[in-house]
């Protein structure tokens, strides 16, 4: 099992390093996803990921939210951005920016959102099969975790709880 903590500010990201987090992720400042009001500039993205990489903390990069043609776009930059910075993976919801970003960043893990309603082993399925390597399931599933907990070599789903 791994910890994975949001962090919402510079003050958050330091507290979830040092009360143990194995991955934290933070938010792009492209959109406001829930518990990530406002977001990270490019320069506060930056900073956080160096805190976290040089303490042997993973990071992900939060892109939530529907989108338009043009936030894909600027969600895309962002990505490469922080891929360039060193993140360990970029966390979406909208689909169609997870089929830009693997154009932009072929090999970059790319993680579902638990906005994207992930709730059974076909879903897990078939965010495998676009491209994600972990999804966060929906929260609502309770004691129905454990299925896709048996099923997750296979479809590579993890139970997260992303928004505690």
Known sequence: MELMSPAGS???VIAAVQSGADIVYIGAGLTSPEG???GFSPDQIARALRYCRTRGCRTALALGGLMSDE???SACRRAVFAAKNGADAIVVEDIGLVRALRTVLPDMPLWGDVRMGVSTVGGA???AAIGLSRVALAPELGSKLHLLWREKGESRATAA???A
């Open 125 to 127: 399925r078939a965010a």
């Open 36 to 38: 990530l009001e406002g």
């Open 161 to 163: 709880k992303q928004y």
């Open 10 to 12: 510079q003050e958050a």
């Open 71 to 73: 936030g894909v776009e």
